[in-house]
């Protein structure tokens, strides 16, 4: 059997969030009713002209300086021609021979604890089309011109990924990027972060690449992973059949799990790229640049190292918490309110805050219970107010609206019993009430001590202290 190696490329399309297009001044909130936000210029009435969005520009230029790229002095705008009917003017303008940021790299972390370098070939700044709606008309296609001119800022990597958990760690990398850097939302179920993944495999040891295919329009991670793996395993299935790869477009059906052949490279369309004659050259001077370098906030990987010499935080709990600069920010308020135990602010935030933000499907900063709110709850576990367990109780009152901890405490009595006089009082009536299990116990039978513990916490439903609990206990049980 023939060893395989694959080799994948992305290009990723992160809308940019900028409040108007790159080239006109419609706004390009998401949601508006259709062909509202869509002026002259997006339309492509004769007669009008682009004017480029600085903004657009700034923001291509931050995430050139986060990969560590270099930003052009001078690049160039193109137009892409090709015929659609979401394409009023029969052209794209994009970015083609000169684009405005080129050769950065990123660092992915691999499973096996590795990190490798990614090469990012070019960021290049174009318009979005418009959408064509075939599911509300039948027989006949709605065009929505509100997304047309719409900013993207498409970033291109090298053939440098060579599985699909790989591209999917870049992909959640520049995600992760482009959100720190506030210049995309993210949004993948909107299509404001999308990818075209290029796959082709190899005999594992030979240089030359194969012939790629390109599967268009992923915009799920889950979707990304499945649809290169599909693709992979039809790549050598295909090969080893002795067939050939052919270059095309393929599309990949969720529901199928599959990737099909859109068009291949005869029926491709010929762009005929040239410099877009209504725009002159972009050109970026050195103190543009810097006011962007002024613009960028604490990097995810800086931020990271941070975490992990300033709060003694493990690489993953670190890397958790760095996931989005609102998870880090909320993290980092909840220890200075605490006044420092990080590790326990750690376990809380990615555990019980991050389980009920997940089940509900919501933003770190959509959340009920606020920094201050949670340090004042860690605080009474902290003074042994309440247990751990009773913690989490207080937690999901505090969620549901039942106000602050100390609130909830005094409503509910879940003050904790660490007087030892009313504690032994409960072990007594449980002991009196099992007979049994005190004779086995008194026997050698140790394991009935979990028992003992469980009808004590029962009986002081789950109040008295732990710790006193099982002192207490060891002891009685001796008799
Ligand atoms: P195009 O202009 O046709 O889209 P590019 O050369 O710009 O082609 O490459 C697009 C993407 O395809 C890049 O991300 C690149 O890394 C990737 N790529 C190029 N060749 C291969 C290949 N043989 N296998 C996998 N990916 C490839
Ligand atoms: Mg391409």
Known sequence: M???????????????????????????????????????????????????????VRMAAMFGLAVEATVAERSVFARKNYFYPDLPKGYQISQY?????????????????????????RAHLEEDAGKSLH?????????????????????????????????????????????YLGICDGNMQEGSFRCDANVSVRPKGQERFGTRAEIKNLNSFRFVERAIEYEIERQIHLLEDGGTVVQETRLYDPDQGETRSMRSKEEANDYRYFPDPDLLPLSIDTAFIEAARQALPEL???????????????????????????????FEATVAALGGEAKLCANWVMGDLSGFLNKESKDIGDSPVDPSQLAGLLRRIQDQTISGK???????????????????????????????????????????TNPNQLAQYRSGKDKLFGFFVGQVMKASKGKANPQQVNELLLKKLAG
């Open 135 to 179: 599911e509300d008309f039948s027989g006949m296609t709605g065009i929505d011109l509100n997304r047309a001119g719409t900013p993207l800022l498409e970033i291109v990597s090298e053939p440098d990924l060579r599985s699909a958990k790989e591209a999917v760690a870049y992909m959640k990398k520049i995600h992760t990027l482009v959100r």
């Open 2 to 56: 023939m060893e395989w190696e694959s080799v994948i490329g992305l290009e990723i399309h992160a809308q940019l969030a900028t409040k108007s297009k790159i080239f006109s001044g419609a706004a390009t909130a998401y949601g508006a009713a259709p062909n509202t936000q869509a002026c002259a210029i997006d339309l492509g009435l004769p007669g009008v002209l682009p004017v480029l969005n600085t903004d657009a």
């Open 300 to 330: 995810p990987d800086a931020k990271r190292e941070r975490f992990m010499g300033e709060y003694q935080l493990s690489a993953y709990d670190a890397a958790l918490l760095t996931v989005s600069r609102d998870l880090a920010d909320y």
């Open 390 to 432: 009773i913690a989490k109780e207080v937690f999901e009152a505090m969620w549901q609206g039942a106000g602050d901890a100390d609130a909830v405490i005094d409503q509910r009595g879940l003050r904790q019993i660490t007087d030892s006089s009313a504690i032994e009082q409960i072990i007594d009536t449980v002991i009196e």
């Open 97 to 121: 021979e000169l684009p405005v940021v080129h050769q950065g790299h990123l660092i992915i972390d691999l499973d096996d604890g590795t990190t490798k370098t990614i090469g990012i070939t």
